[in-house]
């Protein structure tokens, strides 16, 4: 693949990263107030809202199946340590980009 393909590429997985933290946020707060309403729609939306075949949406996928297993105590649980996983998945990301741009200026 080539450099700036490559670099779209991970520009498009830390914007969904970034999009699956404000939403898990979202989630954890609504949970926090002890508002369940409609929390398998809920789940179901923020897991449709994120491309397929993104690391970041099998993260957030394996949460919901989870909070669905083991009822909605446990889904703030499983969306706290699903952001988790997304911050060190961000960071990753963020890292390889700024090697990516370093090399970049190397090779100019």
Do not use: N
């Not at 993104?54 to 909605?72: K, M, T």
């Amino acid at each position: 693949m080539r450099g700036q393909q490559w670099r779209e590429q991970l520009v498009e997985e830390i914007t969904t990263a970034e999009r699956a933290l404000e939403l898990l946020a979202g989630l954890e707060r609504r949970l926090k107030e002890r508002d369940h309403s409609d929390l398998e729609e809920h789940l179901e939306r923020l897991a449709g809202s994120l491309p397929e075949a993104q690391p970041v949406r099998l993260l957030v996928e394996s949460a919901v199946r989870d909070a669905r297993a083991r009822g909605s105590g446990y889904a703030g649980s499983a969306a706290s340590r699903c952001r988790s996983k997304t911050e060190g998945r961000l960071s990753t990301l963020r890292g390889s980009l700024s090697r990516l741009e370093a090399f970049a200026s190397i090779d100019a």
